[in-house]
Nanobody
Framework: QVQLVESGGGLVQPGGSLTLSCAAKGSIHSIFNWGWYRRAPGKQRDMVATITAAAITNYADSVKGRFSISRDAATNTVHLQMNNLEPGDTAVYYC??????????????????WGQGTQVTVSS
């Protein structure tokens, strides 16, 4: 019933910047938490940044000071601004949401909704 649609990935040079976006589509009631995760080949999926409905943010140590997560409640969209990108940032980036949505006359919860993933490649 609900989909997260990601955009903004691409190829950038080291030191460059990218902004990822993720929009929740469907009959959204409320979004409790947003998160960005990434997975490089042969590695597990790791948390990059999270933001709560109260706008409390948390970042992985490896991206602190370089990445910034924000959300737009009016459009049910979360963004990840990535600055000073490094080759180690190369990965598929996934957005995640914990939310509630309308299902007929009822409101249901889904705490594990994932986007389709978008490739970020940092290379010369």
């Amino acid at each position: 019933q609900v989909q997260l649609v990601e955009s903004g990935g691409g190829l950038v040079q080291p030191g460059g910047s990218l902004t990822l976006s993720c929009a929740a589509k469907g009959s959204i009631h409320s979004i409790f938490n947003w998160g960005w995760y990434r997975r490089a080949p042969g590695k597990q999926r790791d948390m990059v940044a999270t933001i709560t409905a109260a706008a409390i943010t948390n970042y992985a140590d490896s991206v602190k000071g370089r990445f910034s997560i924000s959300r737009d409640a009016a459009t049910n969209t979360v963004h990840l601004q990535m600055n000073n990108l490094e080759p180690g940032d190369t990965a598929v980036y996934y957005c995640n949401a914990a939310l509630s949505y309308y299902s007929g006359r009822e409101i249901r919860d889904d705490y594990d909704v994932w986007g389709q993933g978008t490739q970020v490649t940092v290379s010369s």
